[in-house]
T-cell receptor, first 116, second 114 residues
């Protein structure tokens, strides 16, 4: 079974600085996908970024980038120039591809607090 | 325009009651999901439907019964509610059942059992 590990229960960063949220995964599949979702205090789940296991380039979406190190099985989220609105829970998830269908397996999340 | 919408947003009820949560997506996706987020924020899949067909049932108690009248709707009915059912329930959808496309989530339904 696949597993996602987020070792940082909480992280603090000052506004305008960069922050890295860690995510490691465990899988024996050759084809898989990694996702990051943001959950603000209002509760909704917002998709941020996706990295496929065969993608050669690290994914980027605006201020978000994914530092994908396949050999180390890590997929860390980097948020550049943090903003107060980035304060939220962040979840790393892996697409588990079973026979003809997929499901997401989530990590336990990291709570990010951005201070002025 | 709301992509994945769930109703109600909040649901407070007594133990033993039966309740339903509705979910609709207007993205034209084929696959829909129900997830449960517990008090520690851990998210776990419960069910997945593809074109109205059940494809994932993650050992959820029989008291939980999903129903998909068409591929744009996936409702969750819960019988004989228990204290442990208190959680946030998220509906999600994806274009199809085995691609790398992200799942889009609704805003969640916070269920509280008294």
């Amino acid at each position: 079974a696949q597993k996602i590990t987020q070792t940082q229960p909480g992280m603090f960063v000052q506004e305008k600085e960069a922050v890295t949220l860690d995510c490691t995964y465990d899988t024996s599949d050759q084809s898989y996908g990694l996702f990051w979702y943001k959950q603000p205090s209002s509760g909704e789940m917002i998709f941020l970024i996706y990295q496929g296991s065969y993608d050669e380039q690290n994914a980027t979406e605006g201020r978000y980038s994914l530092n994908f190190q396949k050999a180390r099985k890590s997929a860390n989220l980097v948020i550049s120039a943090s903003q107060l609105g980035d304060s939220a829970m962040y979840f790393c998830a892996m697409r588990e591809l079973l026979t003809g269908f997929q499901k997401l397996v989530f990590g336990t999340g990291t709570r990010l607090l951005v201070s002025p | 325009d709301t992509a994945v919408s769930q109703t109600p947003k909040y649901l407070v009820t007594q133990m033993g009651n039966d309740k339903s949560i509705k979910c609709e997506q207007n993205l034209g996706h084929d696959t829909m999901y129900w997830y449960k987020q517990d008090s520690k924020k851990f998210l776990k899949i419960m069910f997945s439907y593809n074109n109205k067909e059940l494809i994932i049932n993650e050992t959820v108690p029989n008291r939980f019964s999903p129903k998909s009248p068409d591929k744009a709707h996936l409702n969750l009915h819960i019988n004989s509610l228990e204290l442990g059912d208190s959680a946030v329930y998220f509906c999600a959808s994806s274009p199809d059942r085995d691609s790398g496309q992200p799942q889009h989530f609704g805003d969640g339904t916070r269920l509280s059992i008294l």
